[in-house]
Every structure is written in structure tokens, then in C-alpha cells.
């Protein structure tokens, strides 16, 4: 019980340790996404496997502490991230057996992104994420789909396709295949490549076209109203839009 409620504390508290302990996390998270694509350029070797190991079993054990602490852990490991993690575990520990799906790690930057305590924690922290919250999340949506197609793209293809080689060409492909440009110098092959094409375009428009919605749309203060509780206002609003209230936001000095 000890363990449990110190894990609990350090995923789900709000002190300055569960707050360094969750950047930490976020650190790891992209540290490791930066190492899977770097070693899509260089050969295999040892060195590298003992990475992978030591990646996995930092996984695991994250993986093991989120399900220890977690209140409907039937329901969690049914999650489709839990799904992904584990995905990633099997990747970092036993690379030699099937695909190397290490790469939906990524997903879990996501899931910390996500969590109410980290987004808290970085609009406290961070005046730019505060001001720019929304795009920020769209983008970090839009890049997190583009590194995952990029992977599929890249571990079904560059064995059987020559233009294929690297994580550069799979991501020049979903780039090409995400903007509809269709250069078609890089094709992907075979049924699942067709199917992998459609999805790039399908979903890639549409999360791009929500980037594009939250820059174009007119900026939002987060400032909730004390009596209907609304979120959102014009930087300048001096009345809640949906109830009349007197509204006080904080100028940027204030900020």
C-alpha cells in the first residue's frame, strides 16, 4: 500500500516532485521518439539492442506503475494506448520478433498532454503555452499522426520497397500523401500501402484543417466565469457572453 499510494502521488499530485517526476516523463517520451528515428539511419548493433532494452524496461515499468495505481484497471488495459504501450514494450525487448512498433510510443506524449495536472502545471509554467494552448494541442495531434503514419509507412515498407530506405522518405511520403500533393516519385505497394495511403489523406486533412482552424480563428483568453463557469473569452470581453456577468480577466501584466 506504501508503493501504491507513493506511485499515486507522483502520477496523479500536485507537488513540485510529481511535477518534475511528469516532465521527466515527457523528456523520456521525446527523448525516445528522437532515438527511433535517428536509428532508422544507422545498422543494427548491439549497443542499439541494449538501448532498446533499457528503453523497454523503463517502459515496462511505467506501464506496470499506471496499471497498479489505476482505479478501473480492466477498463485501462483495454485502452487503446495501454494497447500501444504494450505494442512498444514487446518492440523494445524482444526486437527480433516481429515488427518494430517502438514508435507508438508517442502515443503516451499524447496521453501526458492530456492529463489535467501536466496541462495545469505547463500553463503555470509557460506563458506561450498558456496564451497559445489550443494550437499548441492541434499541433502536437498533427505531428503525433504524422510520426505514426511515418512509422507504419517506414516498418511495412522499407524491406520490399526501395523507396523506402529511411524515416526521411516514409515522412517525405506522408507529407506528400497528407497534402495531396501526390508527387508519386514514392509509391507504397501492395494492398496495406494503398490502405495506409487513404488513411494519410482521410485523417491527415482533417487534423490539418483543424491547425488551420485554431490560427485562424480570433484569440481566446482561458478565464472562467464565476457564475456559469464559460472557459473561454475574447482577451477584451468585459461581459460573459452566455450569461451578462462583469467579467475581471487579468491583463499581460497581471498574466
Not at 511528469?22 to 541494449?50: H, N
Amino acid at each position: 500500500m506504501r508503493l501504491k499510494t507513493y506511485l499515486r502521488r507522483l502520477y496523479e499530485g500536485d507537488s513540485p516532485q510529481a511535477h518534475r517526476f511528469r516532465y521527466g516523463l515527457l523528456v523520456f517520451d521525446i527523448a525516445t521518439i528522437l532515438f527511433i528515428v535517428a536509428t532508422s539511419f544507422l545498422p543494427r548493433s548491439p549497443a542499439f539492442e541494449w538501448m532498446d532494452v533499457a528503453i523497454g524496461v523503463i517502459v515496462l515499468a511505467d506501464f506496470t506503475a499506471r496499471l497498479v495505481i489505476s482505479r478501473t484497471p480492466v477498463k485501462d488495459l483495454a485502452h487503446p494506448m495501454t494497447l500501444a504501450d504494450a505494442a512498444a514494450i514487446v518492440s523494445f525487448l524482444a526486437p527480433a520478433v516481429g515488427e518494430h512498433f517502438g514508435f507508438l510510443r508517442i502515443l503516451r506524449t499524447v496521453r501526458l498532454l492530456r492529463t489535467y495536472q501536466l496541462l495545469a502545471r505547463l500553463r503555470a509554467d509557460f506563458p506561450f503555452f498558456r496564451r497559445y494552448e489550443d494550437l499548441v494541442i492541434a499541433a502536437v495531434n498533427l505531428g503525433v499522426f504524422i510520426f505514426i503514419m511515418t512509422g507504419f509507412v517506414y516498418e511495412t515498407q522499407h524491406r520490399t520497397n526501395a523507396e523506402i530506405r529511411n524515416y526521411i522518405d516514409a515522412l517525405y511520403f506522408t507529407i506528400a500523401a497528407l497534402t495531396t500533393t501526390g508527387f508519386g516519385d514514392i509509391t507504397l505497394r501492395g494492398t496495406l500501402g494503398h490502405l495506409l495511403s487513404v488513411i494519410i489523406m482521410i485523417f491527415g486533412v482533417t487534423l490539418f484543417l483543424r491547425l488551420v482552424q485554431v490560427l485562424l480563428r480570433p484569440e481566446k483568453v482561458r478565464y472562467p466565469c464565476p457564475v456559469c463557469g464559460l472557459q473561454r473569452h475574447d482577451r477584451d470581453a468585459v461581459h460573459c457572453k452566455a450569461c451578462g456577468t462583469i467579467l475581471k480577466i487579468p491583463d499581460e501584466g497581471d498574466v
